[in-house]
């Protein structure tokens, strides 16, 4: 496979599934990295392209650069930039990458909402889904988190879109240099004090030994297809098993059907009541460990009184043969 810049043409093909989601223009979230430069380059070639950069508060230095950046994209016809600043609290050094995540996406998805944009494109590539897949490896994930990141994603109904994740880095690079595409290299991203850096560094290593990027990306594509079709299952045992009790703020399994299915599709069926008692998004979970543990003793205990997972109360009712999902009142003494 070329090392080359994407064509105008190969990156229209990459763009066919995602254009009627784009067609009446996009918000492209714009670092100033040579991924996300490159990617809004190309998107306004097809559509009217709104570039958001956030100023992330994390350098001093951050603000001048996203000012740069909207110097850099004026240059170019049917670009509008704009800056959101973030709010940055606390120091939350053990988790400010993380944290600052969250916070620009949040960002993101309230511009989008208040421009009535329906899709916003991100620069994620193949490395960057290797390094996803890696990282969450180590965490000890799984089939959910090592399906890493999808190419369409709702996101609070905004639609997130990734167009770049069969697409190396190198080519993004080698697209702004043949197209005079100014970049800028985040000095964070060589810290080795973060994790998903020292997984980039060990990238020669990791690939001498047959785990490229690109094989990752496959593995990780291949994950998400089955993760893809156990949802697909488990929303189906969803409908068929759950009622939802709106005024009693619960939602109640028939118990026989529940425990006749698969340990997979019930852990899923109890992830789905949580989210929507909690009116949680796609990414928000609680810690699998005590999902599976709260799950286990479900399972094992016929008069199960209960237990609490994050802000939701699990239970049987014996009686009436049901299993309960229902939100924890403040005064509950359940653990």
Same mark, same amino acid.
């Given at each position: 496979m070329t090392d080359g810049p994407l064509s105008y043409e190969e990156f229209e093909i990459l763009m066919a599934p995602y254009m009627d989601m784009v067609a009446q223009g996009c918000a492209v979230a714009v670092s100033g990295g040579p991924d996300s430069m490159a990617l809004v380059y190309l998107l306004s070639k097809f559509v009217p392209v709104k570039a958001v950069t956030v100023d992330h508060g994390l350098r001093p230095e951050a603000t001048a650069e996203a000012e740069q950046v909207g110097r850099?994209? #004026?240059?170019?016809?049917? /670009? &509008?930039?704009?800056?959101?600043? =973030? &709010?940055?609290? %606390? +120091? %939350?050094? #053990?988790? /400010?990458? &993380? +944290?600052? =995540?969250? +916070? =620009? @996406?949040?960002?993101?998805? &309230?511009?989008?909402? #208040? @421009?009535?944009v329906e899709a916003l494109c991100v620069a994620h590539h193949q490395e960057d889904q290797a390094e996803t897949f890696l990282f969450r490896l180590a965490k000890g994930s799984g089939l959910d988190g090592l399906g890493c990141m999808r190419d369409v994603q709702d996101m609070c109904g905004v639609m997130l879109l990734r167009p770049l994740l069969d697409i190396s880095k190198q080519r993004l690079v080698a697209t702004c240099k043949a197209n005079n595409i100014p970049y800028v290299t985040d000095p964070s991203n060589q810290n080795g004090k973060f994790a998903r850096v020292r997984l980039r560094q060990s990238a020669d290593i990791l690939a001498a030994e047959g785990l490229t990027s690109k094989r990752l990306g496959v593995t990780s594509k291949r994950l998400s297809r089955a993760r893809d079709a156990l949802d697909f299952y488990a929303e189906k045992a969803f409908q068929e098993a759950a009622a939802k009790d709106s005024a009693a703020h619960r939602i109640e399994f028939v118990a026989t059907e529940f425990d006749r299915l698969p340990e997979e599709i019930t852990l899923r069926c109890l992830l789905k009541a949580y989210r929507v008692l909690l009116a949680q998004d796609y990414d928000y979970r609680p810690r699998m460990e005590r999902l599976e543990d709260l799950h286990n003793r479900l399972r094992a205990d016929q008069t199960f009184k209960g237990a609490t997972l994050g802000g939701c109360i699990v239970r049987r009712d014996a009686g009436k043969k049901l299993i309960i999902v229902e939100l924890e009142q403040k005064d509950a003494t359940l653990n």
């Open positions: 850099w994209l #004026s240059n170019f016809p049917n /670009i &509008e930039h704009h800056i959101l600043t =973030r &709010e940055v609290k %606390g +120091d %939350g050094a #053990s988790r /400010i990458q &993380e +944290d600052a =995540r969250h +916070d =620009r @996406y949040a960002l993101m998805a &309230e511009f989008c909402q #208040s @421009y009535n």
